[in-house]
T-cell receptor
Framework: RKEVEQDPGPFNVPEGATVAFNCTYSNSASQSFFWYRQDCRKEPKLLMSVYSSGNEDGRFTAQLNRASQYISLLIRDSKLSDSATYLC?????????FGTGTRLQVFP | DTGVSQDPRHKITKRGQNVTFRCDPISEHNRLYWYRQTLGQGPEFLTYFQNEAQLEKSRLLSDRFSAERPKGSFSTLEIQRTEQGDSAMYLCASPRPGQEYLAGELFFGEGSRLTVL
């Protein structure tokens, strides 16, 4: 079983839609969680950290369910520029463990 | 620009040849990570350095792979006797400047894309 699992997608949504990505992790001792964004043929970049109480950054909301070992990312009012791959990331011992990524394509 | 630079950006080689990639991390940062990413997958951890010491190696790093960071600044990743399965993007990363240890943000270089024919 992979340490971090995501639905690879693609998710094809119209502009303005709300879309949610889910992720599960296998190590119950994990303490830190993140979402990274990766544009096509570019390097991954931190989108946001995920806090136990849930957190929001503009149109993006991240949530963590420790009991279910489940992380989510919600994007409201999707923009064309949101098209990218979204990587769920768990901090292991001194390294980051990435999921396979979920590809999002927003169309006009 | 993340401050992490990698060279070369692209490398095409024939099976069996050796290749070397170089990474210049965020200046004066003591941590440096190598990841590998294949199409449709997320980055996979290969190894990391604390200054010149290589502290952890993934089982993905077979004996054909060797990484060094001789002076605690730049790092090299060498692949000997390349195989077609080595075709991937090799990414180098540093944590946020000013953070001695990895909290959660890694700054990646643009990567070195390897194609083995």
């Amino acid at each position: 079983r992979k340490e971090v699992e995501q639905d690879p997608g693609p998710f094809n949504v119209p502009e303005g839609a709300t879309v949610a990505f889910n992720c599960t992790y296998s190590n119950s001792a994990s303490q830190s969680f993140f979402w990274y964004r990766q544009d096509c043929r570019k390097e991954p970049k931190l989108l946001m950290s995920v806090y136990s109480s849930g957190n929001e950054d503009g149109r993006f909301t991240a949530q963590l369910n420790r009991a279910s070992q489940y992380i989510s990312l919600l994007i409201r009012d999707s923009k064309l520029s949101d098209s990218a791959t979204y990587l769920c990331v768990v901090r292991g011992t001194d390294k980051l463990i990435f999921g396979t990524g979920t590809r999002l394509q927003v169309f006009p | 620009d993340t401050g992490v630079s990698q060279d070369p950006r692209h490398k095409i080689t024939k099976r069996g040849q050796n290749v070397t990639f170089r990474c210049d991390p965020i200046s004066e940062h003591n941590r440096l990570y190598w990841y590998r990413q294949t199409l449709g997958q997320g980055p996979e951890f290969l190894t990391y350095f604390q200054n010149e010491a290589q502290l952890e190696k993934s089982r993905l790093l077979s004996d054909r792979f060797s990484a060094e960071r001789p002076k605690g600044s730049f790092s090299t990743l060498e692949i000997q006797r390349t195989e077609q399965g080595d075709s991937a993007m090799y990414l180098c990363a540093s944590p946020r400047p000013g953070q001695e240890y990895l909290a959660g943000e890694l700054f990646f270089g643009e990567g070195s894309r390897l194609t083995v024919l």
